[in-house]
Structure formats: structure tokens, C-alpha cells
């Protein structure tokens, strides 16, 4: 089993949102006994929570079941647990650093280092920007190609 953990600052709005995207992708390719995917927060301000109204209305108008996610923060146990801890920018991988670092642990990248021309090196923050369309648009095409990836990597 591939485990594969997305990470952002406040686990409502993106990260959330690449779960449900690439858990979807998963079921369509019936590869759900091969990769699992979670997603946690660098801050705990949210946990217990269910994904912020944006990523939620984004998400019904896909049609993609954000079902029984709810925020939990990160921990250093999940440097065990996972296979591919993936951040939403670079903030993000700094935060990481912090929480943990081990040598031989699991791939900590940038969702959007697997797009080849991406529009941006970060997904912007819609908690900020307000903009969950575009936020969709990005993190979309980064599931689409971090699960290409994935397959090709690591023979699935
Ligand atoms: P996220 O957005 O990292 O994409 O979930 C945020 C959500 C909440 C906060 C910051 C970012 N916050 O400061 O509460």
C-alpha cells in the first residue's frame, strides 16, 4: 500500500480538497486497495472540523464526496505512517521540518513540483484569497499528475 498524506496550514481548505480529488481518482481506477490518502494541518485550530464552506461548495459542484473528512493536526508519527507527505507551498515544507525530519523517511514535496509547467510553485491559500475556483484548478491537475507519477513510480 502507497500512503500518501497532503499537507497545508490549516487542513480546511486545500488540503482537504486534494483528499477528496485524488481519493476520487483512486476509487474511478479501482486502485483503492494500493493507495490510501489522508491529509492533516500544520496548526491545530481547526481539527475536529469538516472542510471550510468554499472547498465544500467546490466540491458538490465536482460531484466529488468529501465524506467523513474531518481537520486533524500533523504528527511525527506520520513520518512512519506515510510513504509521500505532500505540502501545498513552501511554508509548508518549512513547518515540516520543524515537526520532524528523519533520514530515509517518506518523499516531503510541493504538490505542485509534479505539474511540468505548473501556473503556480505554490497553491495559494483560499482562506485568503477567496478564490477556491482557481485553488480547484491547481490542485486538480497536481492530483492528476502526482497519481501518474505514483503509478509509474512506484509499479501500480
Ligand atoms: P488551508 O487554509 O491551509 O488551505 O486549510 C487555512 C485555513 C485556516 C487558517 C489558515 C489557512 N487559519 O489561520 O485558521
Known amino acids: ?3 500518501i498524506l497532503f499537507v497545508c ?20 481506477r ?7 490518502v489522508d ?8 481539527a475536529g472540523e469538516q472542510p471550510h464552506e468554499g472547498t465544500r461548495k467546490m ?4 460531484q466529488i464526496s468529501y465524506e467523513g473528512l474531518l481537520a486533524r493536526q500533523i504528527h511525527k508519527n ?8 505532500i505540502a501545498m507551498d513552501d511554508q509548508n515544507i518549512k513547518d515540516l521540518k520543524k515537526v520532524n525530519e528523519v533520514e530515509n523517511g517518506p518523499v516531503i514535496a510541493k504538490l505542485m513540483d509534479y505539474v511540468e509547467k505548473p501556473l503556480e510553485g505554490n497553491v495559494p491559500d483560499p482562506y485568503f484569497t477567496g478564490d477556491f475556483d ?8 497536481g492530483c492528476k ?7 509509474q513510480n512506484d509499479n501500480i
Open 59 to 62: 466540491l458538490d459542484r465536482k
Open 9 to 28: 496550514l490549516g487542513n480546511i481548505c486545500r488540503s482537504p480538497m486534494a483528499e477528496a480529488i485524488l481519493r476520487d481518482l483512486v476509487k474511478k
Open 145 to 151: 499528475e502526482l497519481l501518474k507519477f505514483i503509478r
Open 78 to 85: 506520520d513520518w512512519d505512517d506515510f510513504n509521500y507527505i
Open 134 to 141: 482557481y485553488t480547484y484548478e491547481l490542485v486538480s491537475e
Open 39 to 46: 491529509s492533516a494541518g500544520i496548526g491545530h485550530w481547526h
Open 1 to 3: 500500500m502507497i500512503r
Open 30 to 36: 479501482d486502485l483503492t486497495e494500493k493507495i490510501s
